[in-house]
């Protein structure tokens, strides 16, 4: 700055870097208003050095900063000086405010530049091409695009259209068929590379709308830009096809002539389309290339020839491959082989046994039929240690080694030793050593605390309490150490009857002058769960409002995760915005901002995130690994993974911040893409790090391979697993079982049990639970139960606990296998034997199992048999109860359900009075009730039912809006049967008054039929005016 003052005084205008300069005075605090008035003197002095790119050049550094307060009084700044803001100007500020995601000032400007005439530069386009698609807005979108292509057409620097970010094109794919304009759009891409994505979502689209003619402009674009259709293009394509046999058969030749495996997707699209048109030679075709072995698609051949009447076929599919494929498991423990058969799901066997039945082969049918449906300073140093590793005996030997050299021994040390004995879980030896040391007279509040711990840890609290009464009356006051040790043994030992008793021991602090601080709180919040009492949530909410100190990041973290552990973003947000609005946070750092930073992406507040990280930028303050890995998994989880991306690419243009990227930034990008499973993306992020020579880690390439899973191409994963073990890093357990719960998903069952057995015998790796639970889904996917419960005897045998995941896989697995009665035994015999009780989704899997086995009384008996164990239901729950009830005639039973879901009076006798609290939910799906009126209605059930129900809703319900729609639909249906009702009258009248006419065997005279017929019509008028009025 001195060297500034210098400079002002020369006659010659210096050379110098105008952004340097302003930064070392922000360095120096100096405000904004300071730094304005030093340029204009600057320029005032120097007119030549008054131009445009001096001007951007500033503002361009001011910018990456998101120091925007600053770039708006330059841009204020610029009219005195005989500027105004030119091309590069604006880019510099629609790349700000998009970085921020500031959209609508991105609009604003926008329009601004479109008012003035001034043109979008490349870079400009492109940002208003991202912020019209961040905002939804299709048209923008596509006339941004429209100006970027032509850019693109009139520059002479190689730039073309095939530059495009190929991402940014996937994302106006995407909202093009969102917004159902894809037709429309297509002519833009001509010229313009799309991914696989893209394509995938193209071609969703035109079977959604069913337009051959739109698929037809797809693949020609497709083929035309010479790209590789992969298997998933094709089995879109086949589907798109579907009314179009002579396609459908050159697809499937075209595959055939490449030579490629055809996966278990474009069979089942083949086959469904052969199911529709009744095509027997594609599908024989299909059998003969595709010799398939996985069993959704030999279950699916089955039911395709057993529906087709190929009996022969159907039966010779299933003893000639499906039977034969035998899953390898381990009986016993010991090393041998078991061979077990395939159990079919009840529908395909329904089929195959007719089959078996149709074509004679009766030993096959009666197979079927008789299957059974089953975790001093040197001696003080040394007595820890000893403490450290329960050498209590070795920690007294060095005690008595210090006293013996004649050193005075303090407190200090005999609190040592004291601490030892609790350390070392020896009781009667610490009460000893206390009286000990009161006997010598030195002890102190320190060696109370220390023994009170002790008690605490043996969940004597009365003793506890005692010694704090003792303390009193040896003059010494308990201090917050006190306090802190027993409101933290009663939080983390206590019974709920003791836990009770801590808010009136912060009473008791408060009224000894003692002020709860910053571990108080963060004990008290450890307490906190979602089945918390309010009023205690509140109090403790208060208690951090009420402290002295500012908050630290510890207490912060603690905060962050007990909002989220009770359930309450909101009271997070709240809880955030009082703490922006006082000084109780003290923002010193570059930690700090990235706690508060993870604090408000928890709170699903974003624009609080780019507040935090906006201010941390523009005071200067560089990002750590940790601040800046905050910032990319707030802004990836709160649905901005492409955000994310972007901001790391800043970093790496940023060479202050570069050092701080790592693998685990990048990871949380990876994770992001996986989530939306956007396998090309993950792909791009994945050679980025090669490129950039990020340290690889087994997190990264686990990540990949959940992607894999996630996005059904487990192809890929065999080369992830080569190019890990390349880097020198070997699959852990977390990748075994990713990969069997990805094989697993695509159901190649077989391909996850040999993956089991690869980590067996390649590894001293123990499957855990997860793994477990992912075979035991494939094998319920796959209604593989004698694998199964295989599978749980190993798991047992192994010394792995099941869960109640595990048990919900299980019910799901016999459910599919029709055997209702096991699924119930286990239920009870792993809750028992394992002393747990079954969850939600346990409950929620018998009841839908009770269905599948049309017992519906029994899934109401095990529903109720639920409320009674204090298990809540879920929305699932009565979706299964409320469908299967209407299904089955039973509307009183299925409005009762809605009713008890709603909270609403009327429940019983379905649910008891005394349930009535917990059987209430706050997300019961609203398309149930929507469901479950139209279905009232259609039964005839309007009056009595429907009606008073949606009154009932709209009643004491009013934050549960009903469609308009929907109440005439059923008011519609009630009209409608009422409408029958006077149908059926007026037809019953006709027939009594021509009773005696000699259709009707009668003799009547001509005056008998006149008066018949008056008779008719006056009744017949009268009846109908009574029903309409009515």
Avoid at 169 to 194: K, N, Y
Avoid at 452 to 476: C, D, P, T, V, Y
Avoid at 908 to 933: G, W
Wanted: net charge neutral; hydrophobic share 40%; proline share 3%.
């Amino acid at each position: 700055l001195r060297c500034w003052n210098a400079l002002k005084r020369s006659d010659r205008a210096p050379t110098i870097s105008l952004a340097q300069a302003v930064e070392s005075m922000q360095r120096f605090k100096k405000d904004s208003s300071f730094v304005v008035r030093e340029l204009k003197a600057f320029f005032n002095k120097y007119p030549v050095e008054c131009g445009a790119n001096g001007i951007n050049d500033l503002l361009e550094s001011l910018a990456k900063r998101l120091d925007s307060d600053l770039v708006e009084q330059v841009i204020e700044m610029m009219p005195s000086m005989g500027l105004k803001p030119d091309q590069r100007t604006y880019e510099i500020l629609l790349t700000m405010q998009f970085t921020t995601r500031n959209f609508t000032e991105v609009r604003t400007l926008l329009s601004t530049m479109q008012s003035r005439g001034i043109s979008l530069t490349t870079r400009s386009t492109i940002v208003a091409v991202k912020a019209a698609l961040k905002t939804g807005s299709f048209e923008e979108a596509t006339r941004h695009f429209s100006q970027l292509k032509a850019l693109w057409s009139g520059l002479s620097d190689g730039a073309t259209p095939s530059t495009a970010p190929r991402h940014i094109v996937t994302q106006l794919v995407e909202l093009a068929c969102r917004e159902h304009q894809l037709g429309e759009f297509l002519p833009l891409l001509e010229g313009v590379p799309v991914s696989e994505d893209a394509v995938s979502s193209m071609l969703s689209e035109c079977i959604r709308r069913k337009d051959p003619a739109l698929t037809s402009k797809v693949e020609k674009l497709v083929r035309e830009q010479g790209h590789q259709l992969s298997d998933a293009t094709y089995t879109l394509l086949v589907k798109s096809a579907s009314n179009d046999p002579g396609r459908v058969q050159q697809l499937f030749d075209e595959v055939v002539a490449k030579g490629a495996m055809l996966s278990a997707d474009f069979a089942l699209a083949l086959l469904a389309f052969c199911t529709q048109t009744r095509s027997m030679k594609l599908a024989d075709s299909l059998f003969e290339h595709m010799k398939p072995k996985q069993i959704p698609v030999l279950s699916a051949f089955i039911r395709f020839y057993a529906d087709s009447e190929q009996n022969d076929k159907a039966c010779d599919v299933y003893e000639k491959h499906l039977q034969c494929l035998r899953m390898s498991g381990t009986a016993k423990g010991d090393g041998q082989p078991l061979q077990q058969a395939v159990c079919l799901d009840a529908r395909i066997e329904r089929s195959l046994m007719s089959a078996a039945l149709r074509c004679g082969r009766h030993d096959l049918a009666k197979n079927f039929l008789d299957a059974s449906p089953s975790d001093v300073a040197k001696h003080i140093t040394m007595i820890r240690n000893c403490a450290a590793s329960g050498n209590l005996i070795g920690a007294m030997k060095v005690f008595e080694t210090l006293k013996s050299s004649g050193t005075e021994v303090n407190s200090v040390v005999y609190n040592t030793v004291l601490d030892a004995c609790v350390e070392c879980r020896d009781l009667p030896a610490a009460e000893a050593w206390m009286a000990q040391t009161k006997s010598i007279g030195l002890v102190d509040v320190v060696s109370y605390n220390t023994l009170i711990k002790a008690h605490l840890q043996n969940l004597n609290f009365a003793k506890a309490r005692s010694l704090m009464e003792e303390m009193r009356s040896e003059g010494l006051q308990p201090n917050r150490v006190t306090f802190n040790e027993l409101v933290n043994g009663l939080v983390t030992r206590g019974s709920p009857a003791q836990r009770a008793e801590i808010w009136g021991i912060i009473k008791e602090m408060k009224a000894a002058g003692v002020k709860p601080n910053q571990v108080t709180c963060s004990i008290l919040l450890k307490s906190l769960n979602a089945h918390s009492n309010e009023a205690d949530i509140l109090e403790t909410m208060d208690l951090i409002s009420a402290m002295d100190e500012p908050m630290d990041e510890v207490l912060l973290s603690s905060v962050v995760e007990a909002c989220v552990r009770i359930g309450k973003p909101d009271l997070l947000a709240q809880k955030l915005k009082q703490l922006h609005n006082t000084d109780k946070m003290s923002v010193s750092g570059s930690h700090t901002f990235g706690s508060l930073i993870k604090a408000y992406g928890h709170a699903k507040d974003i624009d609080g995130v780019w507040r935090c990280w906006k201010e941390m930028r523009s005071r200067h303050i560089r990002p750590t690994s940790i601040t800046l890995g905050c910032m990319v998994e707030a802004v990836v989880s709160n649905g901005d993974t492409e955000g994310a991306y972007d901001l790391i690419h800043q970093m790496q243009e940023d060479d202050r911040c570069r050092d701080a990227l790592n693998a685990v930034i990048y990871c949380s990008v990876l994770k992001g893409f996986t989530r939306e499973k956007k396998m090309q993306r993950v792909m791009t992020v994945y050679e980025e790090m090669l490129n950039r020579k990020v340290d690889l880690s087994i997190v990264t390439y686990n990540t990949l391979l959940d992607a894999c899973a996630r996005c059904g191409r487990m192809d890929k994963a065999p080369e992830i697993v080569t190019e890990m073990k390349s880097q020198g890093i070997q699959p852990n357990l977390i990748t075994y079982s990713t990969m069997v719960k990805g094989h697993c998903q695509a159901g190649d069952i077989e391909r996850g049990f040999a993956m089991l057995e690869e980590m067996k015998n390649e590894t001293r790796l123990k499957p855990d639970e997860i793994m477990y639970n992912s075979l035991l889904d494939g094998c319920a996917q796959n209604n593989l139960v004698d694998e199964g419960l295989g599978l749980l005897r190993r798991m047992e045998e192994e010394g792995v606990a099941p869960s109640n995941f595990t048990l919900s896989l299980l019910v799901k697995l016999m459910n599919r296998c029709r055997k209702l009665d096991s699924a119930f035994s286990l239920v009870q015999e792993i809750s028992a034997k394992y002393r747990f009780s079954p969850n939600v989704h346990v409950y929620s899997n018998l009841i839908q199992a009770c269905v599948a086995n049309r017992q519906l009384q029994r899934g109401m008996t095990t529903f109720s048999n639920m409320l009674e164990e204090r298990v809540r239901p879920e929305s699932r729950t009565y979706a299964i109860l409320v469908r299967a009830s209407i299904t089955q005639n039973q509307c009183d039973q299925a409005a009762g359900l809605i009713r008890g879901a709603l909270g609403l009076p009327g429940a019983q006798p379905y649910i008891s009075e005394q349930k009535t609290s917990l059987a209430a939910i706050n997300d019961l799906d609203y398309n149930l009730i929507a469901e479950t009126l139209q279905g009232l209605a259609d039964k005839g059930r309007v009056q009595d039912l429907a009606v008073p129900l949606m009154s009932d809703i709209k009643r004491l319900q009013p934050g549960l809006r009903l469609d308009t729609g929907l109440q005439r639909r059923v008011m519609s249906a009630g009209l409608a049967t009422e409408a029958g009702g006077v149908q059926m009258t007026h037809q019953k009248s006709e027939h009594s008054s021509y009773g005696g006419s000699p259709a009707f065997g009668g003799r009547p005279s001509n005056g008998g039929n006149r008066q018949n017929q008056n008779r008719f019509g006056n009744s017949n008028n009268r009846s109908d005016n009574r029903s309409w009025r009515s």
